[in-house]
């Protein structure tokens, strides 16, 4: 599933992906805690917040996302403007009227640059072709289950309450 990220988006993006354009041809892994890492989970969660509340929401309640950044390209970037793709893992949620919280586990693509585009694996039988297609051999399972998963549903939901 493509979905391209609304106007807004772009403008926000604008000077951090500036440095951005190119191919996505070399991906890297990102591990936990290095600088890198945390700015592209910085920047997957915000883009996330936005395009998880426009496809989900209506209520004026805030949306809440954890994300864990595995992959970027290109491979060698230093700093979160020099990269043209990233992956993470995604857990999102916003209130229901109920005032409960809906969570949403995902894994997603992000390409940046001129218009930044998000990508989703599409649930049933394509999912796992989808998961092959969007997402390069990092070393990362994501057909399973994530052992992070706990603390990413913790981390939302903290999230959620603070907002």
């Given at each position: 599933?493509?979905?391209?990220?609304?106007?807004?988006?772009?403008?926000?993006?604008?000077?951090?992906?500036?440095?951005?354009?190119?191919?996505?041809?070399?991906?890297?892994p990102?591990?936990?805690?290095?600088?890198?890492t945390?700015?592209?989970?910085?920047?997957?969660?915000?883009?996330?917040?936005?395009?998880?509340?426009?496809r989900?929401?209506?209520?004026?309640?805030?949306?809440?996302?954890?994300?864990?950044?595995?992959?970027?390209?290109?491979?060698?970037?230093?700093?979160?403007?020099?990269?043209?793709?990233?992956w993470?893992?995604?857990v999102?949620?916003?209130?229901?009227?109920?005032?409960?919280?809906?969570?949403?586990?995902?894994?997603?693509?992000?390409?940046?640059?001129?218009?930044?585009?998000?990508?989703?694996?599409?649930?049933?039988?394509?999912?796992?072709?989808?998961?092959?297609?969007?997402?390069?051999?990092?070393?990362v399972?994501?057909?399973?289950?994530?052992?992070e998963?706990?603390?990413?549903?913790a981390?939302?939901?903290?999230?959620?309450?603070?907002?």
């Amino acid at each position: 599933m493509l979905r391209a990220l609304p106007p807004l988006l772009c403008a926000a993006l604008l000077l951090t992906t500036l440095a951005g354009c190119g191919d996505d041809d070399g991906a890297m892994p990102l591990r936990r805690g290095e600088a890198l890492t945390i700015d592209a989970d910085r920047l997957v969660r915000q883009l996330m917040e936005i395009d998880f509340k426009d496809r989900t929401s209506t209520e004026p309640g805030r949306v809440a996302c954890s994300v864990r950044a595995f992959g970027a390209a290109p491979e060698g970037a230093n700093n979160v403007g020099q990269l043209t793709t990233i992956w993470a893992k995604t857990v999102c949620g916003a209130p229901g009227p109920d005032g409960m919280l809906s969570l949403s586990m995902v894994p997603v693509k992000i390409t940046l640059g001129d218009r930044p585009e998000l990508f989703v694996p599409q649930d049933g039988a394509s999912y796992t072709s989808d998961l092959e297609k969007l997402f390069p051999d990092l070393g990362v399972d994501l057909a399973g289950e994530w052992p992070e998963f706990p603390d990413m549903r913790a981390e939302a939901e903290a999230r959620a309450a603070a907002g």
